[in-house]
């Protein structure tokens, strides 16, 4: 049977597993990213903790069909390089698939954290049926990440700089600020920071509600807004119903454009379970269109806490088959 | 060298050629469609068409590598068959390539005319540069059709519906209703058939222009507008900004998700020259990413009234090549 390893780089630790090819989990380990130390010890840390995971899992590093990486930040795909990792200083044009490839001697191939999410769920997530070969991911976190499945491939567009679904435009004019320097990005609607942050604003602006409660003590979340809404809030409701239109618009955006299967919506928010996906889909289907029907399914993303591993893994499997 | 032969099937004309394979028209026709006598009259006519124009090149049918068929309607791309076709009645799930290929005895791809178009402007049109390879037009006609070419290969998506780029909404609330049953479709602002009410409408509502000396004689045109606009007339600056505007926000939304080299935009509103073009690249890098650098280039289309020959004989290119 295949195995894959997988390294999921973030700014406050590295996650590793061996994972087989039925998507189990063989090993499972984690270590503080040396972020301060420079760009070798963070590769040094990368590799033991290949070999490492290897070794927990009882396998020979021969025996591993491939290293598969999820990275932030903006990758050069052809060369395998990281060009930077925001919350890593000094990480800037890293060879770091090369390095890795080196330091385990099996082949490796480095994607960014949203693509490898994506193909996670393509592999052994809610995509996993053998018929799916179009699927999108949305990831409401910090940001909207994205990953996209087109006829079984990753697009990465011409410089790799595409499936950004996040900062597509959905509010053309007086649109929330994004991070990103646009208006008006689905990212300003969509991902659980934006979603606390409208509370606030909204409280702020004099709008009652029970958030006003946690607010007096701490700063309100999108899992505070989640459960007003549960609960009935009305300014909570508003803002779930705002988040779901605008997820709903991009749906039916991303089906215009690229006609997928299926929609996965991952992230916090979403864990929640079906509460803000069936406005989504209500959202979609209001909207939806005369002239061919529409089959795309919006679901919840199926992997949980192992998603980094298993999508790193992914991008592994992804490449050796 | 070899020869393709084009076939651009509309409601009111069938028109054919043969191109060469550096885009040179060696021969050039066209034939009233047939509709009201069936889907066999209106085949018996391709073929025959087909045959006539090798012929005027001086091209024995099997010097032509392949024919290529440029179509309306929703297509069964796997099987080759036009689902159906809304001006020509009776013309439903017909075998076309199929057909097209047996009467001609060459290799035949259909595809669907906005898909066509792209493919031409990729082959021997504005993309023709071998170093672009991602490449999306916008043909802004009666309604707005687009091509989406992702490394080299057309975007049909799962069941063939993508590439509708046009129906991408870029109003979420209170936009125009479009023909697809949806609302704020880009389609709904930038097709010339919209820019042209839009007009109407805006006088109806009591707004002047000096568009209304043509209103009261016949119905103002998108290239009213736009001559309107050119010489200053308030209003018509006003409608052309806006559709500039969901021009550039399409072309944003393009580009994070697709990442592409080149986005076309082909047309009627659009071979006036560089008037429209200008603003839609203002409003696109007004609102451009602070994150990377766009790269992208948006140009007007090359081809001109042959576009849909050389467009029908690109799908046979792409394929063969």
């Known amino acids: 049977m295949p195995f894959y390893i997988g390294l999921d780089l973030g700014g406050t630790n590295i996650k590793g597993g061996v994972i087989d090819d039925r998507g189990k989990v063989k090993a499972n380990d984690s270590v503080p990213t040396p972020s301060k130390e420079g760009p070798e010890a963070v590769i040094g840390a990368m590799v033991d903790l290949a070999h ?50 080196k330091g385990t001697g099996r082949p490796t191939v480095l994607e960014n954290d949203a693509n490898a999410a994506a193909l996670g769920e393509y592999w052994i997530g809610a995509g996993r049926d053998a018929s799916i070969r179009h699927l999108i991911t949305l990831t409401l976190g910090t940001g909207v990440g994205s990953g996209v499945v087109v006829d079984d491939q990753i697009i990465h567009g011409a410089l790799g700089r595409g499936g950004e679904a996040g900062h597509m435009i959905v509010v053309p ?18 991902s659980a920071s934006h979603t606390a942050r409208r509370a606030e604003e909204a409280m702020e602006a004099g709008e009652t509600s029970s958030l006003n409660q946690i607010r007096e003590q701490r700063s309100v979340t999108a899992k505070d807004v989640f459960d007003a809404a549960k609960a009935g809030d009305t300014l909570a409701n508003r803002l779930v119903n705002e988040t779901a239109m605008y997820l709903g618009i991009a749906c039916v955006n991303l089906s215009r454009l690229l006609d997928p299967q299926m929609i996965v919506l991952a992230g916090g928010m979403v864990q929640a379970g079906e509460f803000l996906i069936d406005r989504v889909r209500e959202a979609f289907t209001s909207r939806s269109w005369a002239i061919m029907k529409d089959h795309v399914r919006i679901v919840g993303a199926a992997l949980g806490n192992d998603a980094g591993i298993i999508g790193a893994a992914a991008v592994a499997w992804h490449d050796r088959t």
Chains 1, 2 share one sequence.
């Open 52 to 101: 490492s995971v290897a070794s927990q899992a009882g396998l020979d590093m021969a025996k591993i069909d491939g290293v598969g990486i999820g990275s932030p930040g903006p990758i050069d795909f052809e060369n395998g390089v990281l060009a930077s990792a925001p919350n890593i200083p000094e990480f800037n044009n890293v060879p770091l698939r090369d390095r890795i490839a």
């Open 173 to 190: 004019e007086g649109g929330r600020k994004c991070g990103c320097g646009q208006r008006g990005c689905l990212e300003t609607y969509a």
